[in-house]
């Protein structure tokens, strides 16, 4: 029972921590302008995964989803707070030829959606209008911003030890990184000797003799396996 109670306190506190750091060890929400061309744009290109044509409830939904778009932007505007230059030059890329990019997106929906031509060119030219504008509030702000982008030795720790539940300081991890490093290393030196006077093998002559090879050594390596077991 102490083992199930310890387990259960450990995978509460494993969800309080991933909320506090996504809220404020490391809010993405503040420092980052990507976090909401994800919010805005994601939600459409999900809907439009399913393959067309679409219904008249799931025409709706598309619809809204690009409706959303303008407050999403409004809020996010208000949120941001200095974030990393190089994280706002990444977000203003992305935005790049955004209004001509969703006119595109909204030619081919109007062949596969229930939606009117006047509803959809309405709701798309709002949602240009909205990144565009974010897009330029960004690159407005850009030449102000710091390049650093690192959270902090304790917001390390932190993430360690509440959402990635790992019990070693960065010391001990970056001491485990360099003796697998130098593992890796001298196992690549041991094949390379024990194999330096044998042939290379030989590669397949096309995908299908591939596949066949490879389900032959398979079923070989497992009935060497049932045998070394019984």
């Known amino acids: 029972m ?11 506190g494993f969800g309080f921590g991933e909320g506090k750091v996504e809220l404020d060890v490391n809010p993405l929400w503040k420092r980052d302008p990507n976090f909401y061309v994800a919010q805005t744009l994601t939600p459409v290109v999900e809907a439009l995964t399913v393959p067309g044509p679409y219904d008249v409830a799931r ?14 932007l409004q809020q996010g505007a208000e949120n941001l707070d200095r974030p990393p230059a190089s994280f706002t030059a990444v977000a203003i890329q992305a935005l790049g030829n955004i209004r001509p ?29 909205a990144l565009e504008h974010f897009r330029q509030k960004l690159r407005d702000m850009l030449p102000s911003l710091s390049s650093e982008t690192a959270l902090g030795r304790d917001a ?8 990635a539940l790992i019990p070693y300081s960065p010391e001990e991890l970056l001491e485990m990184g ?36 490879t389900a032959a050594k398979e079923a070989q390596i497992r ?3 049932v045998s070394t077991t019984s």
């Not at 030619?107 to 031509?117: F, I, N, P, Q």
């Not at 390390?156 to 959402?163: C, D, P, S, T």
């Not at 006077?197 to 090879?213: C, E, G, S």
């Open 59 to 72: 025409s709706r939904e598309i619809l809204t989803r690009i409706e959303n778009i303008p407050s999403l």
């Open 178 to 213: 360099r003796q697998e490093w130098n593992r890796a290393v001298a196992f690549e030196a041991f094949e390379k000797n024990r194999n330096k006077n044998v042939p290379p093998l030989k590669t397949a002559d096309n995908i299908d003799d591939w596949i066949k090879d």
């Open 101 to 129: 990019r969703l006119h595109q997106m909204a030619v081919a929906l109007l062949k596969s959606t229930t939606l009117k031509e006047q509803e959809l060119n309405s709701a798309i030219d709002r949602a240009a209008d």
């Open 156 to 163: 390390y720790i932190f993430f360690l030890k509440n959402v």
């Open 223 to 225: 009935n060497s396996s």
């Open 2 to 12: 102490a083992d199930r109670q310890a387990g259960r306190l450990q995978i509460d």
